[in-house]
């Protein structure tokens, strides 16, 4: 059984290489294959991409959805080197992020990185 996704009126999804847009009515998708999949919700533009780690989280989404997710991790690497200069106690949070990427679980990743994104709202309201 594949995975089944149901979508509201005039949502959208990625699904591989393709942008899916729903009509106007409500619709249930059983989609099935290894293709990555993201909805709308999980997407993150570059205008959204505001602060250091919404743009780690965008990049882990391009590796997610890359063919070649490798062609991502320099500017990856770069990037959360950048953010644990600025701020240390986001280790935990890379090191968790790194052993999905690494271990080729990137859909993984990009979860981790939403908890990673709460973390940087916590730190940016107590500074």
């Known amino acids: 059984m594949g995975l089944k996704v149901e ?3 005039g949502e959208r999804i990625i699904i591989g290489d393709s942008i ?3 009509d106007d009515q409500r619709t249930r998708l059983i989609i099935e294959g290894d293709a990555p999949i993201l909805r709308e919700k999980d997407i993150m533009t570059s205008d959204l991409a ?3 780690c919404k ?3 965008m990049i882990v989404q391009l590796m997610y959805l890359s063919r070649d997710p490798a062609v991502h ?3 990856y690497f770069n990037l ?3 953010t644990l200069e600025a701020a240390p106690s986001t280790k935990p949070y890379f090191d968790r992020i790194n052993n999905q990427i690494l271990t080729g679980n990137v859909y993984k990743a ?3 990185t939403q908890s990673l994104i709460e973390y940087e709202k916590d730190l940016l309201a107590n500074a």
């Open 55 to 57: 743009k780690i989280y």
């Open 7 to 9: 979508l509201k009126p």
């Open 73 to 75: 991790h320099e500017l």
């Open 50 to 52: 505001d602060t250091p």
């Open 80 to 82: 959360m080197k950048q």
């Open 20 to 22: 899916v847009t729903n």
């Open 110 to 112: 990009l979860k981790e």
